[in-house]
């Protein structure tokens, strides 16, 4: 039973539009949110998060935005660019809900950003 | 500043044999973890570790035992390696409850023959 769905293998954009990568979380313990961004033959290293009493983090070109209501986050990109093509990961944590310790990953959304 | 470090890079084993991947970071964390991720799957927790001495099981902690004699280390065992462990294993350490962002070590590429 994954607990984290990602549901987009692979999103194809344009350079300098916006990368939409969507995700979907089914336990209502999670209260921590993370994006991690992985290229080829590295470690994940992580890219942005949000707190389940927010709605919307920013920073610079990335933006997420979290819907409890629907259990639901989006990681927005603006604009794209040919940096950004790699693997992302949405990511969930229980901490302060006292769920499980360590993150529960989705299967990741390949981004690749075209010239 | 090497933040998390894993070694080997790469192994090859034949089944049955056992081997210990080590995990060592810089970064004065309470927390370590031990991921693998396989083709069209996330990362998967294997073990993790709150604090020196201390180890608790994962998602998928079958055929793998883990150690943390000290803060810094966090090793992860196969005593007995089979097919279905071919993996890449990522280590992964945080500061704890209030900070779960977790920084990855580049990972460890096992094949198992």
């Known amino acids: 039973d994954q607990q984290v769905k990602q549901n987009s293998p692979s999103l194809s954009v344009q350079e300098g539009r916006i990368s939409i990568l969507n995700c979907d979380y089914t336990?209502?313990?999670?209260?921590?949110f993370l994006w991690y961004k992985k290229y080829p033959a590295e470690g994940p290293t992580f890219l942005i998060s949000i707190s389940s009493i927010k709605d919307k983090n920013e920073d610079g070109r990335f933006t997420v935005f979290l819907n409890k209501s629907a259990k639901h986050l989006s990681l927005h990109i603006v604009p794209s660019q040919p940096g950004d093509s790699a693997v992302y990961f949405c990511?969930?944590?229980?901490?302060?809900?006292?769920?499980?310790?360590?993150?529960?990953f989705g299967k990741g959304t390949h981004l690749i950003i075209q010239p | 500043n090497a933040g998390v470090t894993q070694t080997p890079k790469f192994r090859v084993l034949k089944t049955g044999q056992s081997m210990t991947l080590l995990c060592a970071q810089d970064m004065n964390h309470e927390y370590m973890y031990w991921y693998r991720q396989d083709p069209g799957m996330g990362l998967r927790l294997i073990h993790y570790?709150?604090?020196?001495?201390?180890?608790a099981k994962g998602e998928v902690p079958d055929g793998y035992n883990v150690s943390r004699l000290k803060k810094q280390n966090f090793l992860l065992g196969l005593e007995s390696a089979a097919p279905s462990q071919t993996s890449v294993y990522f280590c992964?350490?945080?500061?704890?409850?209030?900070?779960?962002?977790?920084?990855f070590g580049q990972g460890t590429r096992l094949t198992v023959v």
């Open positions: 990511a969930a944590s229980g901490w302060r809900g006292g769920g499980a310790d360590g993150l529960t």
């Open positions: 570790s709150v604090g020196e001495g201390t180890t």
């Open positions: 992964a350490s945080s500061y704890g409850r209030d900070n779960t962002e977790a920084f």
């Open positions: 336990n209502s313990m999670f209260d921590y």
